[in-house]
């Protein structure tokens, strides 16, 4: 059994062990990867080591502890929402936080999310295609929650407007802030 | 904060074999239109801009 902790941020030099690892495995190897209080980071590094896990010919564990954000968020999400047979993703028993939300760019300190931009940018085309991706996560997540469309009707209390907690968190994601989910 | 923990609700999620392959499909996809990108940002001479989780 082989264990690689990977802490504080996904980024290419924190993933390279595991990487060589993965790709080096035999039918049998177990690996365990450890993403404790994990703030994310690159979306290369994000993709190999979700690449490599899905190719691999070892058992792999995937286990989050404390936080697990953005990056870190994306690929553990990603192997719940398209599991693999040799690939568990859990935690380790004790309560960790879920932080999800829309990529972006980052440009001279300002946050570039798609609905910033236009089909005349750079970014446009790119961003669209991993915004969707990342969309597809969170609505499947929103349906195990429960969400239907009729969570997007108006609750009438005391001749208040009320909305539903998870049209709350739709329009909060899709608002690009935040989602934030106990795991 | 949703208040619903995603350790009771996972078992509820229902990808398709389908769905799982096409987001594949689409993940290799943003990989190769990312390294265009990265190419028009260092001809540009941007090379600290990039996508970002």
Redesign the interface.
């Known amino acids: 059994m082989e264990y690689f902790e990977i802490k504080d941020e996904i980024t290419p030099a924190t993933v390279s062990a595991a990487l060589a690892a993965l790709d080096d495995a035999y039918n049998g190897n177990e690996i365990t990867i450890q993403l404790p209080y994990n703030g994310g980071g690159s979306v290369d590094a994000a993709i190999w080591l979700i690449e490599a896990i899905k190719q691999t010919k070892a058992k792999v564990t995937i286990e989050v502890d404390r936080y697990v954000i953005s990056a870190a968020a994306f690929i553990y999400l990603w192997f719940i929402i398209y599991p693999e047979l040799h690939v568990e993703a859990k935690t380790t028993g004790e309560p960790a936080i879920l932080v999800y939300h829309r990529p972006r760019v980052i440009i001279d300190e300002h946050l570039a999310f798609l609905n910033d931009l236009n089909d005349r940018t750079d970014e446009w085309e790119t961003l669209k295609e991993f915004t969707e991706i990342f969309d597809k996560l969170f609505e499947y997540l929103m349906a195990a929650c429960g969400y239907t469309a009729a969570n997007e009707n108006i609750y009438e209390y005391s001749q208040c407007a009320l909305k539903h907690q998870l049209r709350h968190v739709r329009d909060g994601y899709y608002s690009n802030q935040d989602f934030v989910m106990p795991t | ?7 009771k ?2 078992n ?4 398709s074999a389908n ?2 392959k096409e ?2 499909e ?2 290799k ?3 190769e ?2 390294e ?2 990265k190419a ?2 260092v001809a540009k001479g941007q090379k600290q ?5």
Do not use: D, G
């Open positions: 904060m949703l208040n619903i923990n995603l350790n609700v996972r509820n999620i229902s990808a769905n799982k987001a594949y689409k993940l996809s943003f990989k239109k990312n265009q990108l028009v940002y801009i990039k996508i970002s989780l």
